[in-house]
Every structure is written in structure tokens, then in C-alpha cells.
């Protein structure tokens, strides 16, 4: 199949591009290359994808310029669209709110006009767990009411949601957005803990340790991830809903956690992370940052019903692989 993938040299893109290809689809991808962190380490990505030769095409342009999205959907011809990119971090966007309503508002939007003019099989689209904002009912259900957004990033995704079942009814887009649930692994974001506290750790330096270490996070293993996204992509809205289904009844659209609904503490996390360091962090215990939230625990029976499949890898094994790779791409 024809993929088109937007944020090919981001965390999440480059992997679900890299397994599409190991399986023998086509991807295009397109991508910016943003400032937003590291670009060599984009670059780095992007050429472990090149080497799948004309199997993989990126076309760097901004999802912001509507008529470049048109013309490389146009020439992509896509059986599928994923949606990935897009200006991620709940605190960055606290400083700088303006990149959230162009990347993510502005961004989606021509991403939707360009599924109403050049209808794909089938668009997935990423949202998040922050859209669940100041809910404390565990776990999120994507049945509950998710009204209190405690960021502008949140804000974005959530209307990015229902801008995309809005699309979804008026033109008969079969659309899933699905909430990712803080995903890590190799290759991830430069900005995220992990990364960060890795560094931190083998620089001899101290760690920043939010909520003085009182949160948990239902942590999401990439592989896992690109599995559920997989199998999602054949999990077409339509037809009889399943139990605990979001299958809207006025449009084939479909709202779905990705997450393994089993959440572990930071302070494990960080336990895991010294252990495949070998040696301890010195951490610096401060209050939670403002936009953060206390815990995160997502239902995963939806995704499980729809694809019999759930994230399962705890952080003792997706941890390591994590600091694995540093080591070797970073040459540590």
C-alpha cells in the first residue's frame, strides 16, 4: 500500500515509517525539520529511512503551506494517511503558544482539506492524553467527557479532534484519531525525561525530578505504538460499533487510546534508568510544573477490542533499549 506520513523525521514517525517499509509498503513522508530540537538528530533519522531507496520519498515542506500539502498529496497518491506532526510539548507551549495554533491548528486544517479533495482509504490522526486535561477519574475512558484542557497544546489537539470528525461527516472521511500515552524508546525526543535525565546521568549531572517524584505515567513503548497504529490503519471505522466504541453515528469516525493501561510511578522509571546505567542520579525535587498533571492511565480495552492487541512492554525492557541506543548513537 501507498502510506503518506506527515513528521517522518520526528520520534513517532520515523519508526512507524521504518516498519511500514520493513513490511513493503511505499511511504512518502512529509516533514519540515523543524528547529524545535536537535535537527542532525532528524537528519540522522531520515537517512535510516533514505536507505530503503525508492521505497521511502520526504518531501520537506511545512504543513502551514496548504498548496505544497495539496501538491505532494497529489503526487503521493495515498491508500493511507497518518497524521503525526506537529508541534508537541506541554510545557514549551506555555512560552511560545503561537507555534501551537500554526503547526497544530493550521497544519491539520490543510491536512483535512486536502483529505476532502484527494480522499484516502483511510486517515489516522495523532491526538494525546493531555486532551483528558484535569480529569482524575483513572482510567480514561475515551468515553469521558475531556472539556478542561490545562494547556494551549492540549487545547489544539482536542479541537484538531473535532475539527477532523467535522471533515469526517461533512465529506465521508473514514477518520481515527487516536490519544498517545507518554511513548519513549530509541531514537526519541531530545526534550522528553528520558532523553534528558540519560544525558544528565552520564554527564554527572543532576536530574530535575517534577511533582518532587509523586507522578506515574502509563509509559508506551514505541514498538508498541507502531503495532497499534498498524493495526489500526485496517480497523476502518464503519459498520457495528464494539463495546465501549466511539464510533460516531453521524460519521466513520473513531477516538482511540493507545495506551497499556498499566501506569508506573516516575520514581521506578528512574529506578530502571539507573539500573541500566549502572550508577545512581543525584535529583533535585521540585513542585509539578504548571500544565502538568499527577497521573495518566489509559483504558486500553477499545484498542484491544478493535485490534486484539494492547501495548504490553514494561519500562524494565523498554528502558534499556532506550539507554542501548544512546550508547551506541551516541557513541558513549
Keep these: 500500500m501507498k502510506f503518506l506520513i506527515t513528521g517522518t523525521a520526528g520520534f513517532i514517525g520515523f519508526h512507524l515509517s521504518r516498519r511500514l517499509l520493513a513490511d513493503g509498503h511505499q511511504v512518502v513522508g512529509i516533514d519540515n525539520f523543524s528547529n524545535y530540537y536537535d535537527v542532525t538528530l532528524k537528519e540522522a533519522r531520515n537517512a535510516v529511512l533514505e536507505k530503503h531507496g525508492n521505497g521511502f520519498k520526504v518531501v520537506r515542506i511545512s504543513l502551514e503551506d496548504g498548496d505544497a ?8 497518491e495515498p491508500d493511507v494517511v497518518v497524521h503525526l506532526a506537529a508541534q508537541a510539548g506541554v510545557r514549551y507551549s506555555i512560552d511560545h503558544p503561537e507555534a501551537y495554533v500554526s503547526s497544530n491548528l493550521v497544519g491539520t486544517f490543510n491536512v483535512l482539506e486536502a483529505a476532502r479533495r484527494f480522499k484516502p482509504s483511510h486517515l489516522l490522526a ?4 493531555s486532551a483528558y486535561g484535569a480529569n482524575t477519574k483513572m482510567p480514561f475512558r475515551e468515553t469521558d467527557q475531556a472539556v478542561h484542557p490545562l494547556t494551549l497544546y492540549a ?5 484538531t479532534e473535532l475539527m477532523g470528525h467535522s471533515y469526517s461527516h461533512l465529506f465521508g472521511i473514514p477518520t481515527t484519531f487516536f490519544r498517545f500515552f507518554t511513548v519513549y524508546g530509541p531514537w526519541g525526543r531530545p526534550d522528553m525525561a528520558l532523553f534528558k535525565f540519560t544525558k544528565a546521568i552520564l554527564a554527572n549531572q543532576p536530574i530535575e525530578v517534577f511533582g518532587h517524584g509523586n507522578m506515574s505515567r502509563d509509559f508506551t513503548f514505541v514498538d508498541d505504538l507502531v503495532e497499534s497504529i498498524v493495526r489500526l490503519a485496517r480497523a476502518i471505522p464503519g459498520g457495528a460499533p464494539v463495546a465501549g466504541d466511539t464510533l460516531s453515528p453521524v460519521a466513520a469516525y473513531r477516538l482511540v487510546n493507545i495506551g497499556g493501561g498499566a501506569p508506573s510511578s516516575l520514581m521506578d522509571y528512574i529506578g530502571e534508568l539507573e539500573r541500566a546505567l549502572g550508577r545512581q542520579a543525584e535529583k533535585t525535587f521540585l513542585p509539578m510544573q504548571d500544565g502538568d498533571v499527577a497521573a495518566t492511565y489509559a483504558s486500553a480495552n477499545l484498542l484491544e477490542a478493535l485490534t486484539a492487541y494492547k501495548p504490553s512492554t514494561p519500562i524494565s525492557v523498554g528502558v534499556p533499549a532506550f539507554v542501548a541506543w544512546y ?3 551516541y557513541g558513549v
Design 126 to 129: 495523532a491526538s494525546t492524553s
Design 155 to 159: 487545547a489544539t489537539k482536542s479541537a
Design 69 to 76: 500539502v495539496n501538491s505532494a498529496w497529489q503526487d503521493a
Design 327 to 329: 550508547r551506541e548513537h
